[in-house]
């Protein structure tokens, strides 16, 4: 019998490198992260099953039990932490603003992001949108809910900037000619990571009519699959493959 127990992975698929929709791939998802949780299920003998979430949504619905693992490009932060067990942290970054090429003197200094001539376009729910109510409150801010259509806005000329993190800027800009990044590069905030988000206190899924049976507690068990990866290079790869580094 090859069945395996099923794990629901939430992911809001609007965030490369780690989480978009494909409807061409079997998981309907592609990026580093969905790789990632294939071979950590892998490892555990789980079957993935990825359920399309958004970023407003992404944690209610993690504590309220409608998937028990949040992936896609989750940044880590001490609250969150406090609220759900986390695998190890990966991927280190900084917030940027990902700007027009042809914009690079128009902002020289952060401070000339705020200016009511500039026009902000920020996603809902996460730390991209924290960045933008809290440092750019003059700017003049518009809310779109697919994060992964702002950088062709940014690049056509509907909107001036997006505040992403280095690693989604870097994608778009290597993929777009009219893209940069503005100040060169340089982070807007101090570094944080990726990670993985587990719900706290739940047992690794069992097959139909095995659920009585006791089960060790489904972050050790990622844990210990994450460890196996890290030694045979899995990670190495997947974060070579993905993140260029």
């Given at each position: 019998?090859?069945?395996?127990?099923?794990?629901?992975?939430?992911?809001?698929?609007?965030?490369?490198?780690?989480?978009i929709i494909d409807e061409g791939s079997q998981a309907g998802f592609a990026g580093h992260d969905i790789d990632l949780m294939e071979g950590l299920c892998r490892e555990a003998g789980l079957a993935p099953q990825f359920i399309l979430t958004s970023w407003p949504a992404l944690f209610e619905e993690l504590s309220a039990g409608?998937?028990?693992?949040?992936?896609?490009?989750?940044?880590?932060l001490p609250e969150r932490a406090r609220r759900f067990d986390d695998l190890p942290r990966y991927a280190p970054f900084a917030k940027v603003a990902l700007i027009r090429k042809s914009d690079e003197k128009r902002f020289l200094?952060?401070?000339?992001?705020?200016?009511?001539?500039?026009?902000?376009?920020?996603?809902?729910?996460?730390?991209?949108?924290?960045?933008?109510?809290?440092?750019?409150?003059?700017?003049?801010?518009?809310?779109?809910?697919d994060?992964?259509?702002?950088?062709?806005?940014i690049a056509s000329e509907v909107g001036d900037v997006?505040?992403?993190?280095?690693?989604?800027?870097?994608?778009?800009?290597?993929?777009?000619?009219?893209?940069t990044l503005a100040f060169g590069g340089k982070g807007l905030t101090?570094?944080?990571?990726?990670?993985?988000?587990v719900r706290r206190g739940v047992r690794k899924p069992q097959l139909p009519g095995r659920e009585s049976l006791p089960g060790e507690l489904l972050i050790t068990s990622l844990l210990s699959a994450w460890g196996r990866l890290e030694r045979t290079g899995f990670l190495a790869e997947l974060s070579h493959k993905w993140l260029g580094s």
């Open positions: 019998m090859n069945a395996k127990p099923r794990l629901r992975i939430g992911i809001p698929g609007d965030y490369l490198p780690f989480g409608r998937f028990d693992v949040a992936a896609g490009g989750v940044s880590w200094v952060p401070e000339d992001l705020n200016h009511p001539a500039v026009r902000v376009i920020k996603n809902p729910g996460g730390t991209n949108e924290v960045f933008v109510n809290t440092h750019l409150k003059r700017a003049s801010v518009a809310t779109v809910a994060n992964a259509s702002i950088p062709a806005r997006m505040i992403t993190d280095s690693f989604e800027a870097r994608w778009y800009s290597a993929r777009d000619v009219r893209l101090p570094e944080s990571w990726k990670t993985i988000l």
